[in-house]
């Protein structure tokens, strides 16, 4: 997660069962399918990293096919954000505390 991001809360669908897998992949998703708002792209002050974000923007778009000018009126989500870094590897726990974990990806196309 980028560090200006506020941690992402997992909660279980169904207390008597707990956290499953499912609720931590679907709060992922919906969160990285959150919009980016012009405050928090200009948050990305480097010229590199805003240049990142747009490229894997139109990239995604792109991927989008038929409904690419749809997609791209939706503008800017988080997932952009994570500039191709699409490959998942996993989670891993940040320290001692077993409710905190960090979300690890790496580039596909390396």
Do not use: H
Not at 37 to 62: H, L, N, P, W
Request: aromatic residues 8%.
């Amino acid at each position: 997660m980028l560090a200006c991001w506020k941690p992402i809360r997992v909660d279980a669908s169904s207390p008597e069962v707990g956290v499953t897998v499912f609720d931590v992949l679907n709060t992922l998703y919906l969160a990285l399918r959150t919009p980016v708002g012009q405050a928090e792209y200009a948050g990305y002050t480097s010229r590199d990293m805003q240049k990142a974000i747009s490229t894997a923007f139109m990239s995604r778009c792109r991927r989008a096919g038929p409904r690419e000018e749809e997609e791209r009126q939706k503008g800017l989500k988080r997932v952009d954000c994570l500039m191709g870094n699409d490959l998942w590897l996993g989670l891993s726990r940040t320290g001692a505390d077993v409710q905190e974990w960090q979300l690890n990806l790496a580039s596909s196309s390396r």
